[in-house]
């Protein structure tokens, strides 16, 4: 059956909203299956991502999920892949992330589909360095339950129904937790700079708090030509390293921040004529952000407005909310009355809207002393949040026509106008062509450009409500130009692709280091990405990834600090039966540069190996059981801390041992399907 499933095509729509197979479609795509992922040990969809060639998943100092693409990565780029919940848009506009779905099980996941590369011709705002579609289950029925070390536990379960050919629904939820491990965070932000406190003021070294969690629900409805579906996700965790990298107390382990989203949408399809088809979708999602966390230890000291030295006996307090509002309708049109082309026309509109924000703070934002009762503050008090009155209208025009002059060459050329009423309009072209040279082998050479507006957050900063000393610049859209050249041979037994690629990357959105953002001077990137697979006889598989990147910026030619400059997978496959499969999984990650300024050397790479065993049909039909070990061998991993400013301005290393992340882990994972 797998040898049949291999030489299917693999049929997508996220590059060009038309079905086609993965390996014919503009650009690069990477389609990974959720049964196969939870069969390697990946068990969310954040974790899966570490397979896709040139994506290397990172977090930050309060363990939010980050996503570096090709080579860059740290402080560039942020919010740069565009998410797609079932080909719907979930990054919110307040900082362009959407870590909720990256954080969701794969046991919900029917595949995941990835864009490596400018997709805004197609998707828009953040289909900067790639997309990513996260498709779920809605054809399957089952239960799934998992524990594993550092007290996490996962559970959950999906079915489908059918009233007919063309009626019926689907539901499916689920969520997991987990204590954290607790890892030494080493010195923190408090020992760094020469005008610092000393460690007596300080709770580092200590445990980090990395306690998460995930909740989310899914339902569909569907009948002839229309869909309804609901979404509901959620995820929380604790501030990690700590917000302003200072670690908190060993005693305050929990939740500090939360995401929370709800999507409503409906959607109506129907074949106009033989040759015209049509789609219209109509959508409501809210996002709501909260967080609680202590900045600074209690009892520490600082200077007062006056300068003069202050006691904050329940350390620096901050408490916010932020609630998103958007409502959305998109149209597209697809016509193939003309011979050899097929057009995609399509038209969208969408309103986002702040509801209730607020911060609130132990601290007053003028004396700067502490306050008995919480003070209400925001930009007005020179504090970084964003205005209740924030909004953001954006309307986009998107032409493509796929166009094959002979059967064994598609010519795709398209076009997305974006216009937004805060920052101005945008155009991101795109230009590609596939060539089936014949069965097993295919060219393909892409042009596209995409771009990334400034998020609520960056933006407020350049607000006229800003106070004068944070206020920077009017911000403009980060942009990219990509060309990419690849090259795919597939046979019955054996995979490889190889692809070149070259970006130039514009206005960077970057930390200003004094509250504020700026645009900054430019980014090329250059890297080749090579993938195989080969089925050893009936039993074995092999399947890899090598990816080779250089990133500079442009006129002082230092390399950008984050992402590694090589990074690799290899997976080997043992499946003597169909009911029972073992996976042994080798990553390895290369050398991350420092920041200009970071007189550090660079971040050593590291290797993991990841171990899972699944027996399926275990006494009764459709019962499976897996075993895993993940960092078989309890390999360090640390991702990069960057510079931070101590008391009087002054750049230093926040955390000079870096971000540790949790070590080996052994989990349990017990599933049924009907």
Avoid at 24 to 38: A, K, N, R, S, W
Wanted: proline fraction near 4%; charge should be negative.
């Amino acid at each position: 059956m797998q040898d049949l499933l291999a030489v299917l095509e693999e049929q997508t729509e996220i590059a060009t909203k038309t079905r086609l197979n993965a390996d014919y479609v503009p650009g690069l795509v990477t389609v990974l299956h959720g049964d196969e992922m939870e069969a390697i040990g990946a068990r969310t969809v954040w974790e899966a991502l570490r397979l896709v060639p040139g994506v290397e998943p990172s977090t930050d100092q309060i363990g939010g999920r980050q996503t570096l693409v090709r080579g860059v990565g740290g402080s560039f780029a942020s919010g740069n892949m565009k998410i797609l919940l079932n080909g719907r848009a979930m990054n919110s506009a307040l900082s362009a992330n959407a870590n909720p779905v990256l954080n969701m099980p794969l046991e919900q996941v029917a595949r995941l589909e990835v864009v490596r590369g400018p997709g805004s011709a197609v998707h828009g705002e953040f289909a900067y360095a790639g997309v990513l579609n996260v498709v779920t289950r809605k054809e399957s029925d089952g239960v799934f339950v998992r524990a594993g070390r550092f007290d996490t536990y996962g559970a959950g379960g999906f079915a489908h129904w059918s009233n007919g050919p063309r009626s019926g629904g689907s539901v499916s939820l689920g969520g997991w937790q987990t204590g954290g491990a607790g890892v030494d965070s080493g010195r923190d932000a408090l020992h760094g700079g020469n005008n610092a406190p000393q460690q007596v003021l300080s709770n580092a070294p200590g445990p980090v708090d990395d306690t998460m969690e995930q909740r989310s629900f899914l339902f569909d409805l569907y009948h002839e030509a229309l869909s309804l579906s609901f979404s509901y996700l959620e995820d929380g965790n604790g501030d990690h390293y700590g917000t302003i990298n200072v670690l908190d107390a060993a005693d305050e382990r929990g939740i500090d921040y939360r995401n929370r989203y709800l999507m409503l949408n409906g959607k109506a399809d129907w074949s106009v004529a033989d040759d015209l088809h049509a789609s219209l979708d109509l959508g409501w999602q809210y996002y709501e952000n909260h967080f609680g966390i202590r900045l600074l230890p209690a009892n520490f000291t600082w200077l007062n407005a006056a300068f003069q030295p202050t006691l904050l006996p329940n350390g620096y307090l901050s408490e916010g909310y932020y609630e998103e509002h958007r409502l959305s309708a998109n149209g597209d049109l697809v016509w193939e009355g003309w011979q050899d082309h097929r057009i995609l026309a399509g038209i969208g509109i969408a309103r986002i809207s702040v509801g209730d924000s607020w911060q609130l703070n132990n601290v007053h934002p003028q004396t700067l002393e502490p306050v008995a009762t919480p003070v209400r503050v925001g930009l007005e008090e020179g504090v970084p949040w964003v205005s209740e009155d924030t909004d953001r209208r954006i309307l986009s025009l998107t032409l493509q026509d796929e166009y094959r002059p002979v059967e064994s060459v598609t010519l795709t050329a398209g076009v997305r106008y974006d216009d937004y009423d805060d920052f101005g309009d945008n155009t991101s072209p795109r230009l590609a062509a596939v060539w089936r040279l014949d069965h097993r082998n295919v060219v393909k050479a892409q042009y596209a450009e995409a771009f990334r507006p400034p998020t609520f957050y960056e933006a407020a900063f350049s607000s006229e409500q800003a106070p004068a000393l944070t206020r920077t610049p009017e911000l403009a859209p980060e942009t990219i130009r990509t060309s990419e050249l690849a090259y795919i041979f597939k046979s019955d037994s054996a995979e490889f692709r190889l692809t070149g690629f070259h970006s130039r990357l514009d206005d960077l959105i970057v930390d200003s280091g004094i509250l504020g953002f700026v645009n900054v001077d430019g980014v090329r990137t250059r890297g080749v990405e090579v993938e195989a697979m080969h089925r050893l006889g009936d039993s074995f598989k092999l399947e890899g990834n090598l990816t080779l990147s250089d990133t500079a910026q442009d006129g002082s030619g230092d390399s950008v600090a984050g992402a590694a400059d090589r990074l690799a997978n290899l997976v080997l496959w043992y499946q003597p039966d169909s009911k029972r499969s073992v996976a042994l999984w080798l990553r390895h990650v290369g050398e991350r540069e420092r920041e200009t300024g970071d007189g550090r050397e660079a971040l050593d790479g590291y290797e993991t190996v990841d171990l899972a065993a699944s027996m399926r049909d275990l006494g009764v039909p459709g019962l499976t059981l897996r075993l895993g070990v993940s960092n078989l061998f309890d390999e360090t991993v640390r991702h990069p801390a960057f510079l931070t400013l101590d008391i009087i301005g002054q750049p230093f290393v926040s955390y000079p041992g870096d971000y540790r992340q949790a070590g080996r882990a052994v989990w349990l994972q017990l599933s049924y399907r009907m």
